[in-house]
């Protein structure tokens, strides 16, 4: 029988017959949402960005910020994925999605210096944000702390101790950072794109949305998973401490948005984005099986009806690809 975790005496390149079903439910939405950003045309953002009094100060500082974050996070879970993730989890299905997971996120690092060119960004301000900005700083800290045990070599996943170890840096990969940490400023780009402003920034953070959900979908699936395989772990003082960890994840995701947004723009503000931040916390907590918190309002309806969307041509007055026609997606 396959198991998840500590499979050791099953053949990891043995993927039939396939025991997760949603492993390769989630492969193949990612392969159906393929794109590239060498695809999105640039030439407006191009204008914009360097017409004088084009955009806003504020504008170009959400702009900044946002790409600041997105520049080191995608390569951060890149290397997650591969060098830890990839080493415990043996079972062929789902490495098979992890193996793609990891090339998207080549995409995403591919998309942001397709950006920083286009726009003429220097790359070494943008990537060593992380380092100068603390808002940027504290996110990035949060996710590399929880690497440290998992990328230890002499880590195993045996015991209980051990899983719960596992699933913690888990729903700090998967929860925290792919479903958290990159709303805010999924939320701040694409209301840019709405108002029809860097619509080719806007339309590649689109994308990558698209991809992130399904992201967010396979590791819930692994961790309720694992869960179910591994029922001892799931301990009221463990359900404690990962609330915790989300919920201190809500906070620097609020805190960095109040400083990639000072002032408020186009309809949003501090006070907007903390309360989506706890409407999505509050489906993270419910997608892996925790009770809620928030109880928080969507003030963005049209953040889902962006990522719900997914056979309706031209939702934004912008060019329309014929990846969106083909595009899976599930609102998780
Ligand atoms: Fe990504
Ligand atoms: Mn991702």
């Known amino acids: 029988m396959k198991q998840i975790l500590n499979a050791s005496e099953i ?29 999105i045309p640039m030439q407006q953002d191009i204008e914009l960005w360097k017409k004088k009094g084009g955009l806003s100060d504020e504008e170009r500082r959400m702009i900044l910020w946002n790409l600041g974050f997105f520049s080191t996070a995608e390569s951060l879970t890149a290397n997650n994925i591969v060098l830890s993730i990839y080493r415990h989890i043996t079972n062929p299905e789902s490495r098979q999605y992890l193996l793609r997971q990891a090339y998207e996120e080549a995409v995403h690092t591919e998309m942001f210096l397709y950006c920083c060119d286009s726009l003429g960004l220097d790359p070494d301000e943008i990537y060593n944000m992380y380092n100068t900005v603390p808002s940027i700083k504290a996110k990035d800290d949060f996710v590399v702390e929880l690497t440290k045990t998992m990328l230890n070599p002499n880590f195993s996943t045996v015991g209980k101790e051990n899983i719960q170890t596992f699933v913690y840096d888990l729903v700090g990969y998967y929860i925290i950072m792919e479903g958290i940490f990159f709303y805010a400023g999924f939320a701040m780009m694409l209301s840019l794109l709405r108002s029809n402003r860097m619509v080719g920034v806007g339309e590649q953070f689109q994308y990558v949305l698209r991809d992130e959900t399904v992201h967010l979908a396979f590791g819930a699936d692994l961790i309720n998973q694992i869960v179910e395989e591994n029922p001892e772990i799931w301990t009221e003082d463990f359900k404690k401490s990962i609330t915790a960890s989300i919920l201190k994840g809500v906070d620097l995701e609020i805190a960095y948005a109040r400083d990639a947004l000072p002032k408020g723009i186009l309809g949003l503000n501090a006070e907007t984005i903390k309360e989506y931040m706890e409407y999505i916390a509050d489906r993270r907590l419910e997608r892996i099986g925790l009770k809620k918190v928030f109880n928080s309002e969507n003030p963005f309806p049209w953040m889902s009806e962006i990522i719900d969307l997914r056979k309706e041509k031209n939702f934004f007055e912008t060019r329309v690809t014929e990846y969106k026609n083909r595009g899976e997606l599930s609102w998780e």
Request: aromatic residues 14%; charged residues 30%.
């Open 11 to 39: 053949d990891p390149n043995k993927i039939l017959p396939i025991k997760y079903e949603w492993a390769r439910t989630h492969y193949k939405a990612g392969v159906a949402n393929n794109w590239v950003p060498e695809e």
